[in-house]
């Protein structure tokens, strides 16, 4: 089990921290990643990270993905944030590196990330 926290409403160029706490299961195993969806668009992958991390290229640069096995946390830190990074974002755990949202088993229940202009 996944559970979200920390989305909400910014101006563009501001910044928000997404954070995810797993439970059950050992977490340092997992890959663990962010996707997001945004009205009437499909979901698509942001970040993930096993021993790696590994990045979109609209976010890359300016957001970073990381994890504390000993909490069993991952989070996402979002800088220079834009208006169309607007989405609702997942967080998501499988066995090995996967892009593609239907690999993934394990899914939160997402937070919404608000970027106005």
């Known amino acids: 089990q996944v559970v979200e926290s920390g989305g909400g409403l910014v101006q563009a160029g501001g910044s928000l921290r997404l954070s995810c706490a797993a439970s059950g299961g050992t977490f340092s195993v997992y890959c663990m990643a962010w996707f997001r969806q945004a009205p009437g668009k499909e979901r698509e992958f942001v970040a993930a990270?096993?021993?790696?991390?590994y990045y979109a290229d609209s976010v890359r640069g300016r957001f970073t993905i990381s994890r504390d096995n000993t909490k069993n946390t991952v989070s996402l830190q979002m800088n220079s944030l834009k208006p169309e990074d607007t989405a609702v974002y997942y967080c998501?755990?499988?066995?090995?590196?996967?892009?593609?949202?239907?690999?993934?088993?394990?899914w939160g229940q997402g937070t919404q990330v608000t970027v106005s202009s």
């Open positions: 990270i096993t021993d790696s991390t």
């Open positions: 998501a755990a499988r066995f090995g590196i996967s892009y593609t949202d239907y690999d993934y088993d394990i």
